[in-house]
């Protein structure tokens, strides 16, 4: 549960504060490692993938190349909220690279991320009904049947990209059409009230990229009519999208204890409602690729790059105080939140000793 708002917003000062007290710059981006995890991530999760989609059906190596494709793909993917919190003119060689090297292909272009996520970090949208990765405004928590509704979603959910970019060119048929496709259809959220700022979306970019998943969503289906590729190819990339679908989505379960009830929260409000996690729990590990368990000092921080989430957690635990509240956002493992989706909207936190 929040912390009552008599708390303040001191303590957020205090860690900033303590931040800049080091002589290591923490903000300073180191371009070979995003290269390295991108390239690197890249060649494994489409040499599994190459090997999934050609091994006999349910055998050892078509399932064994479907976990290593899974897992790679969700790891490169991840990068895309690297991309989102790039400065406008950092590491352009790279966006671009990884919208070729990864957006394109896999029908998820950093175009349809960036702009809903960096509203999720706004203190005018994160909490309310708005948010577009707030996860209990799309799953209330308290019923195991509006998780599986959820889930039914998140199984549909590749299906309706892949439409939405199949049916791209519609969209240019009429302005106003092409305004709602743009507000309501442009953002990889489950929530359906959030609707995206027009105003703030470089058309020509956009419409490049949404154009070039367009020419990929074409490729499947004709590779199958014209006998280059099985039809079985169609659902073989499917459940590769759906697997990292699920993945993305049992993480976003536990990036934040989602105690708002709706309401504008405060700084302080809004990161003691987010989570660390520094332990060694497998899913954990499984779930937030690339340091994003720590989610809260990424809140707090948004522009630290994730080569530097970890070294600059544990310098902040070492220089801030033994009673300062940054320490309470660190919890057990993945489980430890998420389970809580679980309860019902009434059993307070506290009750389960949870922060």
């Known amino acids: 549960m929040l912390a009552p708002s008599s708390l303040g917003e001191d303590w957020v000062r205090d860690v900033r504060a303590a931040l800049k007290t080091s002589q290591h710059d923490f903000h300073q981006v180191k371009p070979w490692i995003y290269w390295r995890d991108m390239l690197v991530g890249a060649a494994i999760a489409y040499t599994a993938a190459a090997f999934y989609v050609g091994a006999p059906a349910f055998s050892a190596l078509q399932i064994g190349s479907f976990v290593v494709a899974v897992f790679w793909l969700y790891r490169v993917g991840s990068l895309v909220h690297e991309v989102a919190h790039l400065g406008g003119h950092e590491l352009t060689s790279f966006k671009v690279a990884w919208n070729i090297l990864v957006g394109i292909p896999t029908l998820t272009p950093s175009t349809f991320f960036t702009g809903h996520h960096r509203d999720h970090h706004s203190q005018r949208v994160y909490g309310t009904e708005q948010d577009p990765e707030y996860v209990i405004n799309v799953c209330p928590r308290g019923s195991v049947?509006?998780?599986?509704?959820?889930?039914?979603?998140?199984?549909?959910?590749?299906?309706?990209?892949?439409?939405?970019?199949?049916?791209?060119?519609?969209?240019?048929?009429?302005?106003?059409?092409?305004?709602?496709?743009?507000?309501?259809?442009?953002?990889?959220?489950?929530?359906?009230?959030?609707?995206?700022?027009?105003?703030?979306?470089?058309?020509?970019?956009?419409?490049?990229?949404?154009?070039?998943?367009?020419?990929?969503?074409?490729?499947?289906?004709?590779?199958?009519?014209?006998?280059?590729?099985?039809?079985?190819?169609?659902?073989?990339?499917?459940?590769?999208?759906?697997?990292?679908?699920?993945?993305?989505?049992?993480?976003?379960?536990?990036?934040?204890?989602?105690?708002?009830?709706?309401?504008?929260?405060?700084?302080?409000?809004?990161?003691?409602?987010?989570?660390?996690?520094?332990?060694?729990?497998?899913?954990?590990?499984?779930?937030?690729?690339?340091?994003?368990?720590?989610?809260?000092?990424?809140?707090?921080?948004?522009?630290?790059?994730?080569?530097?989430?970890?070294?600059?957690?544990?310098?902040?635990?070492?220089?801030?105080?033994?009673?300062?509240?940054?320490?309470?956002?660190?919890?057990?493992?993945?489980?430890?939140v998420a389970r809580n989706m679980l309860r019902r909207d009434n059993v307070p936190a506290e009750a389960h000793g949870e922060v």
């Open 145 to 336: 049947v509006n998780l599986i509704v959820y889930f039914m979603v998140v199984a549909i959910f590749p299906l309706l990209v892949f439409a939405r970019f199949l049916l791209a060119p519609l969209t240019f048929i009429s302005p106003q059409i092409r305004e709602f496709t743009l507000q309501r259809m442009s953002a990889f959220t489950f929530n359906w009230k959030y609707h995206r700022p027009v105003g703030k979306i470089n058309r020509s970019r956009f419409a490049l990229l949404e154009l070039a998943c367009f020419l990929r969503a074409v490729g499947i289906p004709a590779a199958v009519l014209l006998g280059v590729t099985e039809p079985s190819r169609i659902l073989q990339l499917y459940l590769l999208g759906a697997a990292v679908v699920t993945l993305n989505q049992l993480r976003q379960l536990a990036d934040h204890h989602f105690e708002g009830d709706g309401e504008n929260l405060s700084m302080s409000e809004h990161i003691l409602d987010s989570c660390n996690y520094v332990g060694k729990d497998p899913l954990t590990w499984l779930l937030f690729p690339f340091a994003i368990q720590y989610h809260a000092l990424h809140h707090m921080f948004p522009s630290l790059p994730y080569h530097n989430l970890a070294v600059t957690h544990n310098f902040l635990i070492s220089e801030l105080p033994a009673d300062s509240p940054y320490r309470d956002l660190t919890q057990p493992g993945w489980w430890s």
